[in-house]
């Protein structure tokens, strides 16, 4: 990789296997910022990262707002969904220990209403993240099949919003995502993915960029805020949304608040209920 830029041979894996991991990302004093910065809004303002606002700390974050927009994500995301990119969304994947919270096998781009699918997920781990603390797993090739059928369960202990869950997924051929603190993993919009409880002592974090979108995607179930990533936005399909120039400003919340509305909307479409998140 030169500058982190992927080699053809890294392209050429994520195209056949519908993700890539992992990727060296941030050093372990950028890692340990994080985990500062979400233990204090944690301490002092619990709600403002909990149930729905588990998305979008990027918009008040100036910390998550940089990860968000980091250049070695970006470089890596170009290599697949091109040079104009746009940042449509964030959601914190936290595990509490010993916890039932699991993930059920889903394809990320079922509910997402994006058009065309020129979308990724990156994943980036804020703490170690191995199979004990239910690290993602990803069936590897089955971007290749379109979408599959998803049954929403809304079980309590499934961190996803309606619990929509594939069947029968053959489990032997899942492969874990096995990540180190600051490493990146990326998966494509319709890659099978899923993950166990947290059985071991410590959280497990996760922040993903959900999604990176191209320019030319349109949002067929409402409406997205975006931020610009790189490049330029010629289509003008999203309204665009400054980055946040300090920590916990009001406008930043009231402006996730929104975006987080629409956000629900677009996920719960045709849901017969809403769930936590
Ligand atoms: O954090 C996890 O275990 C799963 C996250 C996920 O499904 C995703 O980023 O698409």
């Known amino acids: 990789m030169q500058n982190n830029r992927l080699t053809d041979t890294k392209i050429k894996k994520y195209n056949e296997n519908g993700y890539l991991s992992p990727i060296n990302i941030l050093s372990s004093y950028e890692v340990i910022q994080l985990r500062e910065e979400l233990n204090n809004i944690e301490k002092k303002w619990p709600n403002q990262i909990n149930g729905l606002n588990r998305n979008n700390i990027h918009y008040f ?111 032997k051929e899942t492969v874990p995502i096995i990540l180190k603190a600051g490493q990146l993993s990326i998966h494509h919009p319709m890659t099978v993915h899923g993950s166990g409880p947290n059985l071991s002592k410590s959280r497990r974090i996760g922040f993903a960029i959900q999604s990176y979108i191209g320019a030319n995607v349109k949002q067929k179930n409402g409406n997205t805020y975006v931020q610009l990533g790189r490049g330029i936005d010629k289509y003008k399909y999203h309204k665009h949304i400054s980055k946040p120039t300090k920590f916990m400003d009001k406008n930043d919340l009231i402006l996730r608040d929104k975006a987080n509305k629409e956000l629900q909307k677009i996920l719960y479409k045709d849901s017969k209920k809403i769930g936590k998140y």
């Open 61 to 171: 974050s100036t910390l998550f707002s940089e990860l968000a927009h980091n250049f070695k994500i970006l470089n890596v995301v170009e290599s697949f969904i091109g040079h104009n990119i746009l940042v449509a969304g964030s959601v914190l994947f936290l595990k509490e220990p010993e916890n039932k919270g699991f993930i059920s096998w889903h394809q990320d781009g079922i509910y997402q209403g994006w058009k065309p699918y020129n979308s990724i997920t990156a994943w980036i781990a804020i703490t170690d993240v191995n199979e004990s603390n239910g690290c993602m797993r990803m069936w590897p090739g089955s971007h290749k099949n379109k979408f599959k059928k998803h049954k929403d369960t809304f079980d309590k202990n499934n961190l996803l919003t309606r619990g929509q869950t594939i069947e029968n997924v053959p489990l």
